[in-house]
């Protein structure tokens, strides 16, 4: 009997132990140093395409569990400056996406190497073979977005609620997103072209420099996607679901 109630008291303390267990935090998983923008940003509108169905994948996309936009505590005050510095033009931000965890970029390739989804090619890349996708860089195995410094976004116009005309649409494979289609991005000066009209190209460098001015560098292929310039993870590739920051395992 004694050795009976040994067995359980050694069984109910491993019990105990087991449950005081908690995930461990790894460099990949800590998310103390993300905010939700919308917290610092509250005007900001948020259309994060990759929670919905509707974005080159057709489908919600792993790891995105709430449609939120996080990023890093830092990107995130250059990102108010860069909103309220709009507001006094009379426009607000709209955000596609922003911290994308890596296991969202692991369904983006494994989605480009099914070549026979082809589903949303008419919406996003009617003019791209689908398997060129990593060729051409649409697609690759690791993007700065997991970095937590990046934002993918557009400008609404207050004064009637529509999204500022851009010429082309967010997550469109194609030059026609390049910053330079239609004109010189470093001169801001239009080229007349069969593309972009001289409105579309200037609400294009309207966001851009803003965004510069704040802090943020564009890239040469999508006129939407911005990474703060002094990043502060530049080699973490984050894998934590976009989620409410106080529900995440790691915060509890």
Known sequence: MAAILAACSLFATSCRNAAKVVPAVTPETDCSQFVVITDVVPDAILEIR??????????????????????????????????????????????FDSYRPQTAVNHFVRWASNLADSAMKPYFYPNVDKSKLFELGYIAEKSGHSRGSTVDLTIVDMSTGKEVDMGGVFDWFGPESHPDCGGNPETMEYRPNDTLTAQQFANRMLLRSTMMRHG???ID???????????????????????RLDNHPTQQ
Not at 224 to 243: A, C, G, I, Q
């Open 50 to 95: 990759y929670y919905s169905t509707y974005n080159f994948v057709g489908a919600r996309v792993d790891g995105y569990e709430e449609p939120l936009a996080l990023l890093t505590r830092q990107a995130t005050d250059s990102l108010k400056a860069a909103s309220d510095d709009l507001r006094r033009q009379g426009y607000c931000i709209k955000i």
């Open 216 to 218: 943020f560098i564009p």
């Open 221 to 243: 292929c999508e006129w939407w996607h911005f990474t703060l310039d002094n990043e502060p993870f530049k080699d973490t590739y984050f894998s934590f679901p976009v989620k």
